[in-house]
């Protein structure tokens, strides 16, 4: 056994002993802690990338002495290693990008919980990624939602605290719906581990017992997760979630939280319960209604809000959508486009997240359109993100979007009776996402004269500006070559089967 | 693979860079930015007839690919050779003669800096050689040009700039519409004379794609149910950015027009059909309302406007028939509106920055006041109207000779009907300012009367687009050879 | 339909599991919510339960080293238990901590006061 | 001529000529920038801010309030018989499909397969633990229960940040958290007093017992714990504050947490890292039966142990005075 294949597990491990340790330390050396465990992980990822990609196939580590049906493992492939060094990446630019912001919104004697919670929620996430084993996501589901929600609720005002409860509850019913489906599954494959529970289950179709359970848990795993990542008819707490905290935190959630959810739907589908049974059993449908459902409305509430950071959230709702959409497209083209927006859209998000937190502070805290006129001229560098992240949430060509607009596209050509609704509605958002990003941009550039808010302190934050430009220069780099990162979706997909 | 297929995208890179560069570039003198642009405009020129001087289809660059299906390909035929150097002719003369305009408005460095960047994506368009370039390109194009026209941020400016954005959006989404259903038939969008396709009686859906093509490039090219922001954007945009926009950039959807069918759908394919009849009835439709609307038009830059939709949809009619000689007409009426229209555009924008005149009734006698102006204006507008032996007389009469012999039942006659009502429109509405300018009747007083003459650096371009215009007009012989060589490789 | 009469302890699980899930997303009152959520948690565990025991057999602890799967019954539910305990222990204080939050923030533990109380606040 | 009726401005008709001229389009009336087409500076746009989104003028606000109160109860009244629905509609599903589950009791039921199997018959030697699901949770499947006590931990984290009371947050909170402190602290009960020291010592040997033997007999790390924290909770009612934070203040709790953690994190890491690289591990099961046996279990029991108990005790305190 090669030494660089103990490295997603030196991650897990890293992240969770970096929490543990930063609970005596105070806020600068937890902050310190943090940055260098992120960037741990990053190499480390980065590493094992290379090795799968290398090597071809994935591989199952064991946690503990003891073979598949009995302990616990994590399973590697190269899907999982892309996810994790994304992960890492849009977690390390988050944090950066939101620093200064960080030290001023959260209390001193709390930052070392802050990371504590951000270090907990890095090691959640690369589990949720890489395990194996269905019992270990849930109890990761739990460390994540519990982490998020602290994330939410670090700026202790009435609003975030509401905002977190109504997380909470949400996400509560989630994990409920996933766990007794869970049990469900249990008790008629008898294995926890994900491997083992779909050679049972491959009997179990083939013998066509149990088919009444076999659709329900289909249904209860599905609707559990989607609730927990924001799906649609479930999307009321996200706007409150992202809207109100510190912008890493929104940056995070918006971009990794919910996205770690996503993923281990789509790892569960193809490594449980089996591509086939979803498509047969029509969940795949349903989630197709929803997600088109979801990018139309979100749309249209964004285009009806006026705050900018809650606009940015409901198009999130859109968003998601997409990535619901290109799931329940039923073939593997749609799964990639699916994985590929799960990516770009956290490099978008993250990005637009971070520049509004700019784009506010030069408008004297307010994110009202009327306040926020020519702070794109206040805040240059913020502006330019911006306008970066609107371009490329439009679709524009040589930016990110318009990679994943495309694959959806011509994933749909694919996809039968689909494929003419499936155009429609992309072209549908894509005109409203026009209308309310563009207009947003306009906004920022309308110039003011120079009496208002003749008294604002510019951030002049050094490794706030780098990370954010880091961002768009992300967004730029996977418009013009997402070659690599398709291929490795795709074969990570494959390993997957 | 040898260096003069890097050569090619330097007349796209460089206004690019030019451009973005301008963006953080601090100039002292206002002269030394106009001498950078001038300089950047020439090289890039000079470039570009470089690259018209190579051999017929030698240029191609085929590494880049965006994704898995995008493939970024360039190729330079004699369309895109044509279409290349007068865009950066187009680009030269405008930039020489706004830079005496640009001096009333303010943030000019911006404008600027855009006005470069367009003119590099519109390089990248014309050399295009697959629809997805294109396409790229073409967004590209909507989206740096949007600032052009809301130049000064009043809220009718930002109006009319969001109008166009959407309409512009809507229209490549329905030419990516095309592209993807071409694709779910599994066909390879690489440009080729003739078509791709180009077979009879294909499947309705394929059609249907051209159909959505057309009139998503119909978008840009004002054709008649998308033509609304050609009216709106005008009269607000800065009188340059109005001119590039419906001397250059409306002949953009020209050429998209021009690729899609004649270059990737075949006029074999469509010939006879239901497409070709719609898209016969759009362009006549959008004619004669174009010269209505302009004949009722009192703004003059509203009034221009108008002419460009009516103007442009002559082309679009030429395209339509599918037949040679309305090709080659086509093609001709593209150059000639070309230098017409930004002459003048470049002359409305210097009555409006000299004397602030905007409405036509105001135009009373303007021509004792700005001579030359007002002469290069009525030579064009002659041109324009189709006066023998002018330029779009020449254009007029191969479109119509074309439309009469392309045997499209009934609509062969009405058309150059229509076009002739419309030459006599066009007559309407713009010889009447030059008359009314030069004979201001017998109560104008010329005791008040003062030269507002505009300098060198504003006349010269004018002149020189008249000249070519009239001289073109008179010697067509040259151009009209190569146009055939095109129609002939189509048809 | 075979099993619907004799899977008695399923039946009451799945029955208490909707009870607790309709009490927390439905009831106004945040320590209803709460309490619902337990009994959520616990109903979970009760059809874990059910689903470990063996008719006839005793708990899986090793009694005089009778070391044979057909005298003990399944282990791995009690574990799944144990383990899912604690979660719902953790979960639960964190939600008692924000409702302390929100109560003094608001002086209301009805959440539909608290929205619009928030509604105004933000208006 | 239509012209001539007065209702002709924006007709259908007028529409369509100001369409087909260009100068109206219908989705402009979406592209409205929430701006005021003149710009508004200085006082102007203070009060126009005041006006638009302040909005403090008083009888509105009336307005406002009971319009929200009638809508909040009419969307309760709608959401009661919803919320009947979807809870009658998830319950008959998963009746349905419980009628369709393996039968109570059954002894071939599918999840009494080779892994229980294993379990129950290589449990002992494996791990060396008598009580089986001990040794499951904490040896076969120690992953999932080192990310539950980190469960617990973060859940802690968050309670710490929601309730901890700071030096650096305003002094009033501060006071009042001690008025309530004292307000709520029974001073010398006797009773009480007398009954904890009876108590106490019990609760909290029978929990370190309860621990140790974790693998022997029923109970481990987190019943002890809680048996060991709700006898430190009843001292802290007993004897208050200052007695208790002689011996158990917050440097003691973060001390013992981190460290049974971290202790739980290395051990743990070994014993993964040589399983899966099939490196020989120098921790042996030992004779089953005795406290010192079964590997590594019983100090993981002891560290959950300390874990649970540290949090428990934290928990009450966070939630009564706001601070360890």
């Known amino acids: 056994m090669a030494f660089v294949q103990n490295f997603p597990f030196f991650c897990i491990i890293l992240s969770m002993f970096s929490a543990i340790i930063s609970f005596v330390m105070n806020g600068r050396i937890a902050k310190y802690i943090h940055v260098a465990m992120v960037t741990a992980v990053l190499i480390l990822s980065l590493a094992t990338l290379s090795f799968v990609a290398g090597t071809g196939e994935s591989y199952t580590f064991m946690m503990g002495h003891f073979p598949a049906p009995w302990g616990n493992e994590i399973r590697i492939g190269e899907l999982e290693a892309l996810m994790a060094v994304f992960f890492s990446l849009i977690m390390m630019l988050s944090v950066f990008g939101g620093m200064a912001h960080i030290d001023r919104e959260v209390q001193d004697s709390k930052k070392n919980l802050f990371y504590i919670l951000l270090d907990l929620l890095m090691a959640s996430l690369l589990a949720l990624i890489y395990t194996n084993d269905l019992f270990t996501a849930y109890v990761f589901i739990e460390i994540n939602t519990i982490a998020a929600c602290g994330l939410i609720m670090i700026k202790k005002q009435g609003r975030t605290y509401v905002s977190a409860l109504r997380y909470m509850i949400m996400s509560l019913v989630g994990s409920g719906l996933f766990l007794i489906g869970l049990t469900l599954l249990y008790s008629i494959t008898g294995h926890l581990l994900m491997s083992p529970a779909k050679e049972a289950l491959d009997q179990i179709i083939a013998v066509h017992s149990y088919q009444v359970p076999l659709m329900v848990i289909i249904i209860l795993v599905t609707v559990g997760l989607g609730i927990k990542s924001g799906l649609y008819p479930f999307h009321t707490w996200i706007p409150d979630a992202y809207g109100y905290t510190t912008p890493s935190a929104s940056a995070i959630l ?244 | 693979m040898d260096i003069n297929n890097y050569f090619l995208i330097f ?90 305009y640009m001096a009333h408005e303010k943030n000019e460095q911006r404008f600027y800096c855009f006005y470069l960047v367009v003119g590099g994506v519109l390089s990248a368009l014309a050399f295009s050689g697959n629809l997805l370039t294109m396409y790229v390109f073409y967004e590209l194009m909507t989206l740096t040009s949007m600032p052009l026209v809301m130049h000064n941020l009043s809220h009718e400016a930002i109006m009319a700039g969001l109008k166009y954005l959407f309409y512009s959006v809507a229209g490549a989404f329905m030419v990516l519409f095309g592209f993807f259903l071409f694709n779910a038939e599994g066909r390879v969008l690489y440009f080729s004379p003739g078509g791709i396709i180009n077979e009879a009686n294909p499947p309705g859906i394929m059609l249907f794609a051209v159909f ?68 016969i009835i759009l362009s006549i439709l959008t004619i004669f309302m174009g010269s209505m609307m302009a004949y009722k038009e009192k703004v003059l830059k509203k009034r221009l406007a108008y002419s460009t939709v009516s103007q442009v949809s002559y082309i679009l009619f030429g395209l339509s028939v599918m037949q040679p000689v309305a090709f080659v007409g086509a093609l001709m009426h593209v150059i000639f509106h070309s230098l017409v229209k930004n002459t003048l555009f470049v002359s409305a924008g210097a009555i409006i920055c000299k004397t602030g005149k905007t409405k036509v009734r105001q135009l009373v006698g303007i021509g004792k006041e700005m001579p030359v102006t007002m002469w290069c204006f009525t030579l064009v507008s002659l041109t324009l109207v189709g006066i023998p032996p002018t330029s779009a007389f020449v254009s007029k009469w191969y ?62 371009p004018m002149i020189v687009m008249t000249a070519l215009a009239v001289i073109l007009g008179i010697w067509p012989a040259g151009l009209m050879k190569i146009f055939a060589d095109i129609a002939a490789s189509v048809l | ?68 799967a057909s005298h003990y019954i399944n282990p791995v539910p009690a574990g799944l238990v144990l383990t899912g305990i604690v979660v719902s222990v953790s979960v639960s204080a964190l939600m008692m901590a924000l409702t302390v939050c929100l109560y003094r923030e608001y002086h209301t533990l009805n959440i539909d006061e608290i929205m619009m109380k928030l509604r105004k606040e933000e208006d | ?107 071939n039921a599918p999840e009494n397969n080779e892994v229980a199997a294993r379990y129950i018959e290589q449990g002992l030697n494996e791990t060396g633990a008598v009580n089986i699901v001990t040794g499951m949770i904490l040896d076969y499947r120690a992953f999932d229960t080192f990310g539950e006590s980190c469960v617990l931990f973060v859940a802690s984290c968050c309670v710490l940040i929601l309730l901890r009371v700071d030096k650096d947050e305003d002094p009033e909170s501060r006071a009042i958290e001690d008025m309530n402190d004292r307000h709520y602290e029974p001073r ?118 300390i874990v649970v108990a540290c949090t428990m005790y934290s928990f009450y305190t966070l939630f009564r005075k706001g601070g360890i």
């Open chain 4, 188 to 305: 010398n009960d006797t009773i009480l007093q007398k009954v904890a020291d009876f108590l106490v010592p019990l609760m909290i040997i029978f929990g370190i017992y309860v621990v140790l033997n974790g693998h022997i007999s029923p109970g481990g790390g987190f019943s002890g714990g809680a048996i060991i924290g709700s006898g430190l909770i009843l001292y802290l009612t007993a004897y208050g504050f200052e007695k208790t934070q002689r011996f158990m203040n917050e440097k003691v709790v973060k001390a013992l947490t981190v460290g049974a953690l971290t202790f739980y994190c290395f051990a743990k890491s070994y014993s993964f890292y040589t399983g899966a690289n099939h490196l020989h591990s120098i921790i042996t099961p030992g004779t089953p039966g005795n406290i010192l046996s079964a590997g590594l279990i019983v100090y993981l029991n002891i560290c959950v142990g």
């Open chain 4, 1 to 107: 001529m239509s012209k001539k009726n007065p209702n002709y401005q924006n007709s259908f008709a007028d529409k369509f000529t100001r369409w087909v001229k260009g100068d109206y389009d219908p989705i402009e009336g979406q592209m409205e920038m929430n701006a005021p087409d003149k710009e508004v500076f200085g006082d102007e746009r203070i009060r126009y801010v005041h006006l638009h989104i302040v909005k403090s003028n008083n009888y509105s606000e009336r307005m406002f309030e009971e319009g929200l109160a009638k809508n909040v109860r009419r969307f309760t009244g709608l959401y009661k018989i919803f919320g009947v629905i979807v809870s009658v509609f998830i319950a008959c599903l998963l009746l349905w499909t419980v009628s369709f589950l393996p039968e109570f009791g059954d002894p």
């Open chain 1, 254 to 497: 918006s971009s990794l939280v919910s996205k770690g959810y996503i993923f281990l739907l789509i790892k569960i589908f193809y490594r449980v319960l089996g591509f086939d049974s979803i498509i047969s059993s029509h969940m795949v449908n349903i989630l197709f209604a929803f997600g088109v459902i979801g990018m139309i409305m979100g749309s249209v509430a964004a285009i009806k809000e006026r705050n900018i950071r809650r606009m940015t959230a409901y198009s999130s709702v859109a968003q998601i959508g997409y990535i619901y959409m290109g799931l329940g497209l039923g073939t593997t083209a749609g799964v990639v486009a699916a994985v590929f927006h799960i990516i770009s859209h956290g490099v978008m998000k993250s990005l637009l997240f971070l520049s509004i937190s700019g784009l506010t502070e030069v408008s004297d805290g307010r994110s009202d359109y009327l306040s926020l006129r020519g702070a794109g001229l206040r805040n240059r560098i913020a502006g330019a993100a911006f306008t970066v992240g609107s371009l490329s949430m439009i679709g524009m060509p040589l930016l990110t979007g318009f990679i994943s607009k495309y694959l959806f596209a011509s994933a749909a050509t694919t996809a039968g009776n689909k494929m003419i609704t499936a155009w429609v509605v992309l072209a549908i958002s894509t005109v409203l996402n026009t209308m309310y990003f563009m207009r947003t941009v306009l906004t920022l550039y309308r110039p003011v004269s120079a009496e208002v808010h003749k008294e604002y302190t510019l951030e002049k934050s050094k490794i706030e500006r780098a990370a954010i430009i880091g961002l768009i220069l992300l967004n730029i780099g996977l418009g013009v070559a997402s070659q690599p990162v398709i291929k490795a979706i795709e074969a990570g997909l494959a390993m997957f089967g």
């Open chain 2, 11 to 100: 007349p796209v890179l460089l206004p690019i860079f030019a451009g973005v560069l301008l963006m953080f570039l601090k100039f002292g003198k206002r002269e030394h930015m106009q001498l950078y642009i001038l300089a950047i405009l020439i090289v890039d020129l000079a470039s570009v007839g470089w690259i018209a001087l190579q051999p017929e289809d030698t240029l191609t660059l085929s590494q880049f690919f965006i994704a898995e299906g995008l493939h970024v390909f360039f190729h330079v035929d004699m369309l895109s050779k044509i279409f290349s150097v007068l865009t950066a002719f187009v680009w030269l003369m405008v930039g020489i003669a706004s830079f005496e």
């Open chain 2, 212 to 279: 959505l093509m057309i009139v998503g490039f119909g978008t840009k090219a004002g054709m008649f149910p998308m033509h609304g922001w050609l009216p709106t954007a005008h009269p607000v945009a800065p009188a340059p950015a109005s001119a590039v926009l419906s001397g250059v950039i409306t002949k953009a959807g020209v050429l998209g027009i021009i690729r899609s069918v004649y270059y990737v759908a075949g006029p074999d394919m469509i010939k006879g059909t239901w497409v070709q009849y719609t898209w």
């Open chain 2, 399 to 460: 479109l119509i000779s074309g439309a009469l012999d392309s045997g499209v039942p009934g609509l062969s006659w009405i058309g150059p009907i229509v076009l002739l009502i419309s030459a006599l429109l066009t007559a309407g509405y713009l010889l009447t300012i030059s008359i009314k300018a030069f004979l201001p009747g017998e109560d104008y007083n010329y005791a008040k009367l003062v030269n507002h003459e505009p300098t060198w650096r504003m006349l010269m």
């Open chain 3, 1 to 68: 339909m075979g099993s619907f009469a004799t899977n008695y302890e399923e039946i009451a699980a799945v029955l208490l599991f909707v009870i607790g899930m309709s009490n927390l997303v439905f009831q106004p009152n945040l320590l209803k919510k709460i309490i619902g959520l337990d009994i959520m948690d616990a109903a979970v565990y009760l059809f874990l339960a059910a689903k470990g025991y063996i008719e006839g057999r005793t708990a899986p602890i090793v009694v005089d080293g009778i070391l044979d």
